[in-house]
């Protein structure tokens, strides 16, 4: 590469065809390494999130089958503690549709 480049802050007078050229090509490879691993980033959210769902609503099932079984020898608290559970599943997986709308 022909020269060096002046710090950030400073405006050169001017630039070569060939610095402007390597500087291109530097911005589109690192570009597209970050967009590469934003792609895969964002595709392991979206399995971790359908994986979210899918669990959410088997606990909700499960708390819905086994209501009776789960009330008996349990007191007001936890009984309070496992409705809180099921709304806050319920409100995530209310949330986790409306990103998807």
């Known amino acids: 590469m022909e020269g060096s480049f002046p710090s950030p802050q400073a405006v050169p007078e001017a630039i070569s065809f060939r610095q402007l050229s390597h500087l291109l ?18 595709a392991q959210l979206e399995r971790l999130l359908e994986a ?23 007191t007001a608290q936890q009984l309070m503690a496992l409705g809180a559970l099921g709304a806050h599943i319920r409100l995530g997986l209310h949330a986790l549709a409306a990103s998807r709308a």
């Open 25 to 42: 090509q530097n911005a589109a490879a690192d570009g597209a390494v970050a967009g590469e691993a934003g792609e895969e980033q964002l």
């Open 52 to 74: 979210y769902a899918r669990l959410g609503r088997t606990v909700l099932d499960q708390l819905e089958q086994h209501s009776g079984e789960l009330q008996a020898n349990r």
